[in-house]
Structures are given as structure tokens and as C-alpha cells.
């Protein structure tokens, strides 16, 4: 869902009385995006940067992932209360190809979080992909929209 959502592109505009332009979709993520990951990410935090990085979205900041993508579900409770699991589904490309389980999804931009930076108040990943970000939005900047003249309808002689 968050991909698909990020993907978003404008489909049209419409402009109200008031002179607000507003687009279809009304709701959408339309610049420049990257994604930050660390190796603590772990199933949805291996999916999600693999769906970004195979759907183009942006650059992927950090360290590679966890690599823990597996799927488990539907174990019985054991008469403790507890529970055992173990793998139960495993990911493949559309190439049919394995990927991502025990290996994890790297960076395109590799960098650790700087431990003396935070405690000065710098984040050096989100600053990096926000400077990705903002460098791409520089190169791509978004259109300018300007809605058409308004039709005179008093000079169409089929309007009465």
C-alpha cells in the first residue's frame, strides 16, 4: 500500500471558485523520495526498501537490511501460552529469483549512523537523503500548472 502509494503520478487538476487548483488523485507523495535502512530492519523492513528501490522510487540511504525476509503464520498456541514458529514462506522475483532472505537489501548510498554527529544534533543519513532529495528536486523541479483561458461561451452560436 505505501509503494503503490508513493508511485502516484497526477492524472488531472481542477481549479475551484475560489481559484485553488487541486489534482486527481487528490492525495499523493509527487516529488523527489528516498528511504532510509538500517540493518534492524527485518521483514516489512526488508519488503518495503526492496518495493522502493524495484519500483524506481529513489535512493535507498545507510546500512544494508536485516535480511529476515520470511514469512511465518498460522502456528498453534502451545498449553503454556507460548508459541513456536518457523519459516513458512519465502520471496522470489518475477525473474525467479530468490532474494533478499539472508542477505538483506543494501544501500545505494552506504553510511552508518554517526554516533558523535547525533549527539551534536546531526542526523548524517536523513541530512544525506534529504540532500538527495532536494538535489533532485533541482534537476526535476515540479511544473509549473496553469489552467487554460476560460471558454466564452457568448461567441459559440450553438450556446443559447
Known sequence: YIIEYMQRKIWNYWLTREGHDFTTPADGIYGPKAMITNEFSGSGGDALPWYFRHTQLGPLVGTRTWGGLVGIYDYPVLLDGGFVTAPRVAFFTTEATWDVEN???????????????????????LEKAVGLAL???????????KHPDF???SKDSTVR
Open 151 to 153: 471558454p466564452n461561451y
Open 135 to 145: 538535489e533532485e528536486l533541482k534537476k526535476n523541479p515540479p511544473p509549473v500548472i
Open 103 to 125: 542477505h538483506g537489501v543494501a544501500p545505494d548510498y552506504e553510511m552508518d549512523l554517526d554516533p558523535h554527529a547525533w549527539r551534536e544534533g546531526h542526523d548524517t543519513q
